[in-house]
């Protein structure tokens, strides 16, 4: 019985505890690009450099300049991006709740929460961030993406 009531209080203890996946670091990942592809689909990548702009390239090159920011204490990254359609407005505000956080019509804004999901999704493609591509994905996203190794 004493037993029993110690092993209640250590489990009861253990979830006071709030869960997290991972903490959110002072600065998103930087480098995003699509997995393993065929020569048939579609490539990019989304490089992100400091003070807030942000490059694409490949496929949605078009969608150029992109803005960004990032809030570390909730592990959110928005994307503006200006140079959206009405059909691709319609794909990000279906998308809410099952890709992306959330999507602004006005502002074209597009939230990803990189700390629990650790992927972003843009108009049906999933990205990857550098660390979890292996290395040949890698070099070939910076080689078609025309980017270095991170320093």
Known sequence: MIIRALCYAICAASLLRPLK????????PTFWAVGAVDSDA?????????????????????????????????????????????????TFRDAVGKHVLAFDTLSHTVRFNVVLGQTIWILGSTLFRAADLDAGELAAARRLCKTGPTR
């Open 42 to 90: 579609p490539f990019f990548c989304v490089a992100l450099s400091k003070g807030g702009a942000g490059r694409i390239a490949g496929t949605y090159a078009f969608l150029n300049p992109v803005r960004w920011s990032y809030d570390s204490l909730t592990g959110e990254l928005s994307l503006s991006l200006s140079h959206l359609d009405s059909s691709m407005v319609r």
């Open 21 to 28: 996946a991972q903490e959110a670091g002072p600065f998103p």
